[in-house]
């Protein structure tokens, strides 16, 4: 996929607009994920960094009714669909979203007792996020975040070209290992099971990428994006033993 090509990039969006979420994940594991956290201060304050179009923002305010959230993403069109649905849901006075880019955010040190990180973290990779995001932590917070990482050792060389786009992809051992080199005490961490990559992910794609594949069968640059995003999903469908999303939850010691 070339996003210096204006058209390619148009219907990259057009894929990806209105789907329910942007990446795997689902309510169950958001909410084992604060599990794993532990116990939060009554009325936490949260960071929701990468927001998308907020689904795992809303399940963070249902399943914390008295946090407050900021909601930030980088992408102005995912800020205006998470405002939306944020208001839709009545949660408009706890969530704030806001535009901000994940590698240069201005909170103040000390800010928030949870950041959180769905599917985002490898745009500027693991290691530099959580090192970044660290000073924005009070003490003892928390952050919970999504990767994708290799489960099996030996994928198949079709599946390895294909992920070679996804930064500085590695196991969950070298996840950990991050965890604790940048100071923080890991704890727990768990693979998204696949129910998450499919419900409010991939099949709304895969239904949206049948009826784009309808409207521009005859062009060639608009199908090249089509049949890329359709060959990630076959990915999955058939290899699913051998990557996944890890969720990391770690503590600001
Ligand atoms: C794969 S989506 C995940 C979105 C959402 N967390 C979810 O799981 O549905 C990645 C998101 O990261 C945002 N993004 C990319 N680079 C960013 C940056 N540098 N700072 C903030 N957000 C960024 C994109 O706009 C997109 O909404």
């Known amino acids: 996929m070339d996003f210096s090509n204006p058209k390619q990039r148009d219907v990259f969006f057009e894929v990806h607009s209105e789907l329910p979420r942007e990446g795997p994940g689902n309510k169950d594991c958001t909410a084992r994920a604060l599990s794993l956290a532990g116990q939060l201060p009554e009325a936490p304050s949260i960071l929701d960094i990468a927001c998308g179009p907020g689904m795992q923002t809303i399940h963070l305010a249902e399943l914390l009714p008295d946090a407050t ?14 405002r939306r649905r944020i208001a839709s849901a009545g949660m408009s006075e706890r969530i704030t979203v806001e535009l901000g880019d994940m590698a240069s955010l ?5 800010t928030f007792d949870v950041i959180w990180c769905e599917g985002a973290a490898y ?7 959580i090192r970044n995001w660290k000073r924005m932590l009070k003490p003892a917070g928390i952050i919970a975040l999504t990767d994708a990482v290799w489960l099996r050792k030996d994928p198949p060389p079709d599946l390895a070209e294909f992920w070679t786009a996804y930064p500085d992809m590695n196991n969950v051992e070298s996840r950990q290992q991050i965890v604790k080199e940048c100071g923080y005490k890991l704890k727990g ?23 784009l594949a309808t409207r521009y069968k005859d062009d060639g640059e608009a199908m090249s994006v089509i049949d890329e995003c359709s060959a990630e999903i076959d990915f999955y469908e058939r290899f699913p033993d051998y990557y996944g999303y890890v969720f990391l939850v770690m503590s600001n010691l």
Not at 74 to 81: I, P, R, T
């Open 106 to 110: 201005a909170y103040s040190d000390a």
């Open 189 to 211: 961490n768990f693979i998204l099971p696949e129910t998450a990559w499919w419900a409010d992910y991939y099949l709304p794609m895969k239904s949206r990428l049948q009826t």
């Open 123 to 129: 745009n500027i990779g693991v290691e530099r996020a």
């Open 69 to 82: 959230i900021i909601a930030v993403d980088l992408n102005k069109s995912m800020a205006d669909e998470a």
